[in-house]
């Protein structure tokens, strides 16, 4: 009896499985996009270490500009419009103070629908590496994406937030 019970839970996980497989046979391949443009924004770096830091060494204060580029891959859209996202982030920030304060950040993310964003993924610059954690939104006109992004670089040495806004395109 055991076995019996056996061989039709085996045939049961096998027939499950194997109508999964020959799915995955008629799935539609949707090609990824490539997506670049610029980025404009402001970073506030909280009180603490890095803050003093970009004052002793930089005389920068804790509110500077951000100037940089996007250069975005959509990997996936789902048929609910929902895209997987892996995007590289080069900024320059304190032109406006007279520095260069360059920062990288390469995320992963989910985009959906109607454009609400959220991902993540390592931060390098010149105070060290982190995680960086942002969300936002992009709004579409005329085949050009309008991205607004919040993002939340948290460190031992403090936490720098910054806002960007930007325009992309797709690329040929």
């Known amino acids: 009896m055991k076995k019996l019970c056996t061989l039709v839970l085996a045939v049961l996980f096998l027939?499950?499985?194997?109508?999964?497989?020959?799915?995955?046979d008629e799935q539609v391949v949707v090609p990824g996009i490539k997506?670049?443009?610029?980025?404009?924004?402001?970073t506030y770096v909280s009180p603490g270490e890095l803050a003093d830091n970009l004052d002793s060494r930089y005389g920068m204060h804790p509110f500077f500009t951000q100037?940089?580029?996007?250069?975005?891959?959509?990997?996936?859209?789902?048929?609910?419009?929902?895209?997987?996202?892996v995007e590289l982030v080069a900024l320059l920030g304190g032109m406006d103070q007279g520095v260069i304060f360059p920062s990288a950040s390469l995320m992963i993310g989910l985009r959906n629908a109607q454009g609400l964003e959220f991902g993540f993924g390592p931060n390098i610059s010149p105070s060290g590496s982190a995680l960086v954690f942002a969300v936002g939104v992009t709004a579409q006109s005329q085949n050009i994406n309008f991205p607004i992004n919040f993002a939340v670089v948290p460190s031992n040495k403090g936490i720098r937030f910054s806002l960007l806004v930007g325009f992309n395109a797709r690329k040929k």
Do not use: D
């Not at 027939?15 to 995955?24: E, L, M, P, R």
């Not at 997506?35 to 402001?42: E, H, N």
């Open 67 to 85: 100037f940089g580029w996007q250069f975005e891959y959509r990997y996936f859209t789902l048929e609910n419009g929902t895209s997987g996202l």
């Open 35 to 42: 997506l670049s443009g610029p980025r404009l924004g402001v």
């Open 15 to 24: 027939s499950i499985f194997s109508q999964n497989i020959f799915a995955q």
